[in-house]
C-alpha cells in the first residue's frame, strides 16, 4: 500500500510514520511537509536509509501539487498537517485558517480529482468545545462548540471532510483525539516545556489556577487507533480516541515534578490563557465496541518513558529551543521564565 502522510515533520505524524513502517515495513510512505517551526527532520533520522520512505517539502495549500503526488497511485491519505498550537492561534490566525481549512480542501479536492482516494483525517477533542467538572465525557454525537480559533479551524476541517463524504462519495474517516505526549513533542506545549524547563534549571509556567482538566494520550497509543480505524474503520464514521488520563494541570505538574525529584516552588503561577476551556474528556466506547481499540499506556509508564526520552536527547530539544521558538517564548511569557 502506498501512503501519502501530511504533517509527517511534526510531533505526531513522525511518531505515525516511525510507528507504521516498523509494522508494515512492505508499505510506501510518502512525507509531505512544509517545515514550518514545528516540522523537524530529525524526528525521521531513524528512516534515512528506508528505501519505502520519501520526503517532500511542500505546503498542503499547493493543489497542483498534492494532485500530483496523489496521481502517482497513493491509496491512502493520512492527514495530520495543521497548525497545532492554541496560544499561537490567539496571537494571529490567519496561518490556521489557511492550513488546518484550505489545506484539508486542497487535499479533498486532490482526493476527489484522482478517482475518490481513501482519506484518514487527524482531528482534535478541541472541536467539542469544553466540559464542565460534572459534564459526560465527549462521543462522536457531542455537538461541535469551538471555542479558540485553533479549534474552530479544525472544526471547519472536520465539516468539509463529511461533507465530501456525503456530496462527492469520498471515503473519508475521522479521529478526534485528546491531548497527545511522548517524544519529539515539540516544547512549546505544556508536558515537554515543563519537563525540558526543569531539565534547564527553569520555573515551569501554569495558567491562573491549575485547575484545567486535560485527557492526556500516549502518542503511540493515538497511532495504534489510526491504525484500527484505517483497517477495520467504517467508511464516513467518526471515532474519538481518548487516554484514561484525566487530570487536572497543577495534579500532573506535581507528577513531572516528583518524577524529576524537584520541588512545587518550581511552579510559576501566570496570567490565565483567554478562553481557556476548563475540560477536555473523551468517551472512547466506539472505538472500543467496533474496532477493539483501547490504550494501552497508563498515564504514569508514559510520564516516566517521556521523561527519559527528553533525557536522553538533549541535542533534539535543545536545537529546537534555540531557535524560532526561542522568539516566540520571550514573547509570550515577556521573561517570566
Ligand atoms: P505539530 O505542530 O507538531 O506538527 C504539524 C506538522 O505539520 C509540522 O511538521 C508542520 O511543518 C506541518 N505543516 C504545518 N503547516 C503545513 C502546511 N501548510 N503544509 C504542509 N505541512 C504543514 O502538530 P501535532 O501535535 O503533531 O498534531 C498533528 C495533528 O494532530 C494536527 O492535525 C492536530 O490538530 C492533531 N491533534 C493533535 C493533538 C495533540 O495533542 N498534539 C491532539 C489531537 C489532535
Ligand atoms: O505553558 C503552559 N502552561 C499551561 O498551564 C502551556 C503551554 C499550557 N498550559 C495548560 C493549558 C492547557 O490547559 O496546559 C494544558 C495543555 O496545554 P497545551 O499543551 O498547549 O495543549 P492544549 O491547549 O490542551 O491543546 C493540545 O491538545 C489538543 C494540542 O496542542 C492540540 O493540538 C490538540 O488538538
Given at each position: 500500500m502506498k501512503l501519502l502522510v501530511?504533517?509527517?515533520?511534526?510531533f505526531i505524524g513522525s511518531n505515525f510514520i516511525n510507528y507504521w513502517l516498523k509494522n508494515y515495513p512492505d508499505d510506501f510512505i510518502v512525507n509531505l511537509d512544509k517545515l514550518t517551526y514545528a516540522g523537524n527532520l530529525e524526528n525521521l533520522k531513524?528512516?534515512?536509509?528506508?528505501?519505502?520512505y520519501k520526503f517532500i517539502k511542500g505546503d498542503i495549500c499547493d493543489f497542483d501539487l498534492v494532485n500530483e503526488l496523489i496521481s502517482d497511485k497513493v491509496d491512502l491519505i493520512v492527514h495530520f498537517a495543521a497548525e497545532s498550537h492554541v496560544d499561537r492561534s490567539l496571537m494571529s490566525s490567519r496561518d490556521f485558517v489557511r492550513t488546518n481549512v484550505e489545506g484539508a480542501l486542497s487535499l479533498l479536492d486532490a482526493a476527489k480529482n484522482n478517482g475518490g482516494v481513501r482519506f484518514h483525517h487527524i482531528s482534535t477533542d478541541e472541536v467539542f468545545g469544553d466540559l464542565s467538572l460534572a459534564g459526560k465525557a465527549f462521543t462522536e454525537k457531542s455537538p461541535y462548540n469551538p471555542r479558540n480559533p485553533y479549534s474552530a479551524s479544525k472544526a471547519a476541517a472536520d465539516h468539509l471532510v463529511r461533507a465530501y463524504y456525503h456530496t462527492h462519495g469520498l471515503p473519508v474517516t475521522i479521529s478526534n483525539c485528546s491531548n497527545n505526549y511522548g517524544p519529539y513533542h515539540f516544547p512549546e506545549k505544556m508536558i515537554p516545556l515543563f519537563i525540558t524547563n526543569l531539565l534547564e534549571g527553569k520555573r515551569v509556567p501554569l495558567y491562573g489556577d491549575g485547575k484545567n482538566i486535560r485527557d492526556w494520550i500516549y502518542v503511540d497509543d493515538h497511532n495504534r487507533g489510526v491504525d484500527f480505524i484505517i483497517k477495520k474503520g467504517k467508511i464516513g464514521e467518526t471515532y474519538c480516541l481518548g487516554g484514561n488520563g484525566e487530570i487536572t494541570n497543577i495534579e500532573l505538574t506535581k507528577k513531572i515534578l516528583k518524577l524529576m525529584d524537584k520541588g512545587d516552588e518550581m511552579i510559576e503561577f501566570i496570567e490565565d490563557r483567554p478562553g481557556h476551556d476548563l475540560r477536555y474528556a473523551m468517551d472512547y466506547s466506539k472505538a472500543k465496541n467496533e474496532l477493539g481499540w483501547q490504550p494501552q499506556i497508563s498515564l504514569e509508564q508514559g510520564l516516566a518513558q517521556t521523561i527519559d526520552w527528553y533525557k536522553n536527547n538533549r541535542q533534539w530539544w535543545q536545537n529546537v529551543k534555540s531557535g524560532d521558538y526561542q522568539e516566540y517564548y520571550k514573547k509570550q511569557y515577556q521573561g517570566n521564565v
Open positions: 501530511t504533517g509527517g515533520a511534526g531513524d528512516l534515512k536509509n528506508n528505501q519505502n
